[in-house]
């Protein structure tokens, strides 16, 4: 369970960690667009495009669906819950780790004032 978990993680960051498969998500947040109007949009040609798709399905980020010759994307049926969870946790961590740093910052401003 947790390498497919693991895997999972790696699947969604590493798709998620380019600026051109951001926007594509964002794109299709907002309504179902082909492989044509997404490589238009970012300039860039289909086979690039379908690069960047095929890099978000394997995430399970994106579906795409072939009616004739056009290929529409859409956004897939994961919502990134067990990545928000890991996020999640790391951030609290960070939050703590600060709390415990701003009390020492603040006991030594303390200090320094009465010094």
Known sequence: MVQYTQ???DHSFAAL???TRRGVLELLGRSDAS???LAQKFHMTLTGMKKHVGVLQEAGLVTTEKVGRV???KLG???LEQETA???RYRRLW???FDELEKIVNQLKRKEKTD
């Open 7 to 9: 895997a999972r993680l």
């Open 17 to 19: 960690s380019d600026a």
């Open 35 to 37: 492989i044509t109007d």
């Open 71 to 73: 290929r529409t994307c």
């Open 77 to 79: 049926p994961r919502r």
């Open 86 to 88: 890991w996020l999640e």
């Open 95 to 97: 939050d703590a780790r």
